[in-house]
């Protein structure tokens, strides 16, 4: 695994962490000003900007603190001199619906640059299979 592999795994698994703690400030480190998400929820013309972006969390959080999981199954990196993308799988349910569903998963996918020598998500997609 290459140094930038690895400070974008670091980026990206901490991320995850801070999501399910429910720390905004974690969440929202090491994304760029001019961030577009597209997520599961609308707007369907995704999110732009890291004041939207901040903006979107707390409903999230609220209903994670129900009990859900936000759990990193798989992640996988690929790392240029100054532009990445990763993507990963997640368990992201409350336990009901992963019993019923047990192969459930969310997937992400994360568009980085790297500015002034440090990694940054400028692109996030969060979504989950269509029935």
């Not at 999981?69 to 368990?91: K, M, N, P």
Request: with cysteine; charged share 25%.
């Amino acid at each position: 695994m290459s140094d930038d592999e690895a400070e974008i795994r670091a980026l990206i698994t901490g991320w995850a962490r801070s999501v399910h703690r429910g720390d905004l400030d974690g969440v929202l480190a090491g994304h760029a000003e001019d961030l577009v998400m597209f997520d599961v929820p609308p707007p369907d013309e995704g999110i732009r900007g890291l004041a939207a972006y901040r903006a979107a969390w707390p409903p999230f959080f609220a209903w994670q603190a129900q009990g859900a999981c936000f759990d990193i199954e798989s992640l996988d990196i690929t790392a240029g001199t100054d532009v990445a993308y990763a993507y990963a799988l997640l368990r992201c349910a409350m336990p009901a619906e992963l019993a019923a569903h047990p192969t459930l998963r969310l997937r992400l996918t994360f568009g980085l640059r790297k500015e002034n020598g440090r990694w940054l998500v400028a692109h996030e997609h969060h979504s989950f299979p269509h029935d």
